[in-house]
């Protein structure tokens, strides 16, 4: 029994090498959905498909007829906002219970089977790729919050920084390499004995499913279950809408963490409207194919792992307020830029910029890793609020997006108002003390 504790105790230690690079892993695990599902192959294969089988871009989803696009940005947002309002609830029940760990997992292998159920959607079958792409949506979204609430439990304060730009560039690495092969199945699909580019592009989507389970083993085995509150209570529902409201009451209390959350809503509204739809952007306004959009995400991804470190450092030095503000500058700009962007050369010049500032977007979680109390039990409650902040800018972003579109008839417009977001971000982030955080907790 004391060997027991004492192996307990030594996995439960801050900075354990072995456990930050666990943590670190997941993002090398979970990331290959969010750029082949989300961002390049899927939303291609959707297209393609669903044009073929409806004979246009109108389809028929459950005997209503609506755009095929407009359908699939729908339900995108729909599973953000889902995971929103049901993430504080299960955090809260995670915090009290002792179930992070398992939450963790639930939502990862929920999101990576509805990821392998792609494989069965051809097209005329559009409610079953709606309804899966929904769920692996729901999963990934889900999974993040109680990953991302490790963050303070197994890192000391002045690692956060360094560990997070860790699992981002790990993230960004896995995706790349992960995509490259997908695209290499594809393009070569005959040298694999496949039918055809629909059925390796469903085998891709598979294999995304395979690498997202498969790695995240490395996690689940390594990071340490979390202590249940010393008075369990059976009911769990009930407590974890307790640890909610104490959470919230102590977040009124710090005004620093509350700001900081409202600039980060506005700022992660034009960075994901970005990452979401750079594609978009590249083929109806500039008429960009997909042999040189798919190749500009990848390089997106590449020098996201420069801006991972650089940005870490640039913190290191002046402090991650700085840091946030300086990557801030740099969408701001990009915000105006886009506007006037006409050649793909221009196109190419946007997309590496935006990479390179969205490799310090980790620095997001670790201020915010900051700015909570240290050492608290609650950390993936608070983490909640923050979730559902990214969640919530998450869906409006694109929905915002596309309603600019719809109603000024250009898209350039958009772009003019994601600068907008960001510099409403900038004022209010540098009213952030974000040295203040412990003191205010």
């Known amino acids: 029994m004391a060997l027991s504790k004492f192996f307990c105790f030594f996995a439960s230690m801050k900075n354990n090498p072995r456990i930050l690079n666990a943590w670190a892993s997941y993002d090398w695990a979970n990331s290959v959905y969010n750029l082949t599902i989300t961002a390049a192959l899927f939303p291609v294969y959707y297209a393609s498909v669903t044009s073929i089988a409806f004979g246009g871009d109108m389809v ?32 809260g029940i995670a915090d009290s219970g002792g179930q992070k760990k398992l939450m963790m997992q639930i939502f990862t292998y929920i999101g990576a089977t509805a990821c392998a159920g792609l494989y069965f959607f051809v097209g005329k079958n559009i409610e079953w790729g709606i309804i899966c792409a929904l769920i692996a949506s729901f999963g990934y979204t889900g999974a993040i919050v109680f990953y991302n609430s490790y963050l303070p439990d197994i890192a000391t304060e002045d690692r956060y920084d360094s560990i997070s730009a860790k699992g981002y560039s790990l993230g960004f690495l896995g995706s ?45 085995f390594a ?60 083929s109806e306004e500039l008429k960009l194919g997909q042999d040189k959009l798919i190749p500009t995400i990848l390089g997106l991804q590449l020098v996201g792992i420069l801006g991972a470190y650089l940005f870490a450092y640039i913190s290191s030095k002046k402090g991650n307020k700085f840091a946030l503000l300086c990557i801030l500058s ?78 000024t008839g250009s898209m350039r417009n958009s772009i003019i108002a994601l600068g907008v977001y960001f510099l409403i971000a900038i004022i209010l982030l540098s009213f952030v003390k974000v040295e203040a955080g412990k003191e205010s907790a």
């Open 176 to 220: 790349v390499v992960q995509l490259a092969f997908s695209i290499f199945l594809i393009q070569n699909y005959k040298m694999f004995g496949i039918a055809d580019i629909g059925e390796a592009t469903r085998i891709s989507f598979l294999l995304v499913a395979v690498w997202w389970v498969g790695f995240a083993q490395i996690a689940f």
């Open 60 to 91: 028929q989803f459950f005997g209503m007829t609506i755009k095929s696009s407009v359908l699939y940005s729908f339900a995108i947002a729909f599973s953000f906002l889902l995971a929103g309002i049901l993430s504080p609830l299960l955090s």
């Open 330 to 407: 740099f969408w701001l700009v990009l915000g105006v830029y886009g506007y006037f962007v006409r050649t793909e050369t221009q196109f190419y010049i946007m997309a590496i910029t935006f990479g390179v500032a969205m490799g310090g977007y980790h620095l997001s979680r670790s201020t915010y890793a900051k700015l909570i109390p240290q050492n608290t039990k609650d950390s993936t409650s608070y983490f909640s609020f923050y979730d559902v902040v990214e969640k919530m800018a998450t869906a409006f972003g694109p929905f915002l997006y596309g309603l600019i579109e719809f109603v």
């Open 223 to 282: 990071l340490p279950k979390p202590l249940p509150k010393e008075h369990k209570e059976k009911n769990l529902m009930r407590k974890g809408f307790e640890e909610l409201g104490k959470v919230w009451k102590s977040l009124q209390k710090m005004p620093n963490a509350v700001l900081f959350l409202v600039a980060f809503f506005f700022y992660c509204m034009g960075a994901q409207s970005i990452f979401l739809l750079a594609t978009l952007f590249g």
